[in-house]
């Protein structure tokens, strides 16, 4: 058990569909992370909330919103997306934010947009 | 061009043989970190290290973090097939939110 959940583990998805992923982290973290991870290509760093607030937005395409109501939760907002967009989204939370903790990560949702 | 390269990308091997992977990088890092990832879940932290040379053991693996806390590598003795997976390595260059990761090596022990 990593004690970070996310829902779903599998989403297939038109490209005019509206979906969101979900997280939620039991380990007391203060910081949140989205990451997505594609075949034989590094993770790529989406997004890090530190204490609910955004810290980091890596020149993700608006079609990804997320939203972080509270040091627990952490979700992604798809919408008109493109088959490209398919891949693994992966949610991490770490202690405080500062990347040498090390990151736990959730077991992540299987993305297909058709 | 990446800044963290995994070598080799994939490695196939017999139950009981040994193994090293690699993790390169011509940059200084202050931690470093690996990680293994199974089919259909997230990655999982194995260690963490931060002083150049330093090594940890973890059972059979053993990781070791070079002198100029440029690279590091994972060795793993009489590998198991419950060692199979892909094992990545992470970086930070300083305290700020964003991990340099590398792609990968994709690890299959045959029993």
């Known amino acids: 058990e990593t004690g970070v959940t996310q829902t779903p583990r599998h989403l297939v998805m038109g490209m005019t569909n509206k979906k969101s992923l979900k997280c939620e982290q039991h380990?007391?973290?203060?910081?949140m992370y989205w990451y997505k991870q594609s075949a034989k290509k590094p993770l790529e760093l989406m997004f890090v909330?530190?204490?609910?607030?955004?810290?980091e937005n890596n020149s993700v395409p608006s079609r990804f919103s997320p939203e972080c109501p509270n040091s627990s939760h952490l979700f992604l907002h798809l919408h008109t997306l493109q088959p490209e967009d398919s891949a693994l989204y992966l949610c991490?939370?770490?202690?405080?934010?500062?990347?040498?903790?090390?990151?736990?990560f959730g077991q992540g949702t299987r993305l297909t947009v058709v | 061009t990446q800044l963290l390269e995994q070598s080799p990308q994939f490695l196939s091997i017999q139950e009981g043989e040994n193994l090293t992977v690699y993790c390169n990088s011509s940059?200084?890092?202050?931690?470093l970190q690996w990680y293994r990832q199974e089919p259909g879940e997230g990655p999982v932290l194995l260690v963490t290290?931060?002083?150049g040379g330093e090594v940890k053991k973890l059972k059979r693996l053993t990781f070791q973090f070079g002198d100029a806390r440029k690279d590091s590598s994972l060795h793993i003795t009489a590998a198991q097939p419950g060692d199979t997976g892909l094992y990545l390595c992470?970086?930070?260059?300083?305290?700020?939110?964003?991990?340099?990761w590398g792609a990968g090596t994709k690890l299959i022990i045959k029993p």
């Open positions: 940059s200084v890092f202050s931690s």
């Open positions: 909330y530190s204490l609910e607030e955004r810290v």
């Open positions: 290290v931060v002083t």
């Open positions: 991490a939370s770490s202690q405080d934010g500062v990347s040498g903790d090390g990151a736990f």
């Open positions: 380990l007391g973290h203060n910081a």
């Open positions: 992470a970086a930070n260059m300083d305290s700020n939110y964003q991990l340099i």
